[in-house]
């Protein structure tokens, strides 16, 4: 973590600083529905601003092709302006930049257009940071969630100017160190979701460096086949059973659900829940079971370090979210005890552990999703990697 320069090494006053944030934020009708990312992003905006920064933000909003105007941060920028309030927030696009710049004063805050609408931008062309780096005398990237990409306003200019790691930046990775690189053991991961397929390479990096690897949710029924049980008409992988008797042989302690929740469909109103072995032809596990709650409570309650990527059941359709939410409500019980340490991330495991009220209670929740499941996979993250101190 000390690889680092954070906002602690930057004196911002009367500088231009370009920062890089996540404002990725989902809109509806033009609207912003869910404010998560950008709320995150104001402690680096506030502190920089009240440090008398001119403050230049770097973002994007989806995945524009060229100029795409559906896809313009004007809806961002005018909730970046109520939720900074008393604070000058301007917004300015393409071509005025330089003018906009020009004219920005100490403490205020200018939002550029979606920077993916230059081509230069996820080429991570080397002239187009060139031009970036003439926008600002310093950058902050406290955009995680962009790092497993080398663009230019990620990557590119990192190597430009003086670099710093934001607020919420210094907190992911200090988060992250915590957990799989320097952790409290024993080490417990758990592992959830749809497919086996998708999560290959953060099983066999997850299973390398943990003490204990917990997997449910559906991927959990191809290892389960893979030990001979009959798991019906569930939705698994039979390409993937002997890459599951692959995982399995490594030696680690792997807990898999001893009791599930089965149903013919989602709509069926008499779900079931039954010992693994008695699980019939027609049935379809879509939850784990109290016992298995209970095993993995166990085993948690004796650990000290947690990360959690995946839901354990299709918490989205109840009643197949008790078994999440239970899991869930004892991390979160366990972590305010002060007992262990607890880091959870991925699209769905965001919104599984929303729906069981305890985002607040973990130690961590990252909501940086593609980045933070690379992070998982043991990959280098380029925008991450830019950051280092140069010696
Ligand atoms: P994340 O986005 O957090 O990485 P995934 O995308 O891997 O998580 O997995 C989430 C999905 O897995 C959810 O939509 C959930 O409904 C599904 N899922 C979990 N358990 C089961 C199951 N037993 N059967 C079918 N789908 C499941
Ligand atoms: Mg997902």
Not at 186 to 213: F, H, Q, R, W, Y
Not at 215 to 234: E, I, Q, R, Y
Not at 277 to 290: A, C, M, R, Y
Request: a negative charge; one cysteine or more; aromatic letters at 6%.
């Amino acid at each position: 973590m000390t690889d680092f320069r954070t906002l602690d090494d930057l004196n911002p006053a009367g500088k231009r600083v370009l920062v890089r944030l996540d404002l990725n934020l989902p809109l509806q009708n033009g609207k912003v529905t869910d404010m998560t990312r950008l709320e995150r992003s104001l402690p680096t905006l506030k502190e920089l601003a009240s440090k008398g920064a001119k403050v230049i933000v770097m973002a994007h909003l989806g995945r524009p092709v060229g100029t795409d105007k559906t896809l313009t941060l004007a809806p961002i920028a005018l909730a970046l302006k109520e939720a900074l309030v008393p604070l000058p927030v301007h917004f300015c696009e393409g071509p005025q930049v330089l003018k906009g710049i020009e004219a920005l004063g100490p403490g205020e805050i200018l939002l550029l257009e979606n920077i993916r609408f230059v081509p230069g931008e996820e080429k991570n062309d080397p002239a187009f940071a060139q031009e970036m780096a003439q926008w600002g005398d310093v950058y902050v990237n406290d955009a995680f969630s962009t790092a497993h990409r080398a663009h230019a306003s990620t990557e590119g200019i990192a190597h430009l100017l003086p670099s710093y790691a934001g607020r919420l930046m210094e907190e992911e990775l200090h988060a992250l160190h915590m957990t799989l690189d320097n952790p409290k053991r024993p080490l417990m991961a758990i592992v959830g979701g749809a497919k086996v397929s998708t999560k290959l390479p953060l099983l066999e990096n997850l299973l390398s460096k943990v003490d204990i690897l917990v997997m449910c949710g559906a991927m959990a029924n191809t290892f389960l086949a893979a030990l001979g049980h009959d798991v019906g008409a569930s939705l698994y992988e039979p390409d993937l059973i002997s890459t599951a008797k692959g995982l399995l042989d490594k030696g680690r302690e792997i807990l898999l659900p001893v009791d599930v929740v089965v149903a013919q469909d989602l709509k069926d109103p008499y779900p079931r829940t039954c010992m693994i072995h008695e699980v019939k032809k027609e049935d379809k596990i879509f939850d784990i079971g109290p016992a298995t709650v209970s095993h993995i409570y166990h085993k948690m309650s004796s650990s000290h370090t947690l990360l959690w990527n995946g839901p354990l059941g299709v918490f989205e359709t109840l009643p197949f979210d008790h078994g999440t939410n239970a899991v869930a409500q004892a991390a979160a019980h366990l972590t305010r005890e002060g007992s262990i340490v607890s880091v959870a991330g991925g699209g769905d495991t965001v919104a599984a552990l929303a729906h069981a009220g305890v985002v607040d209670d973990f130690t961590y929740v990252s909501t940086a999703g593609g980045a933070f499941l690379e992070w998982l996979e043991g990959k280098p993250l380029p925008g991450v990697l830019a950051l280092l101190k140069k010696r």
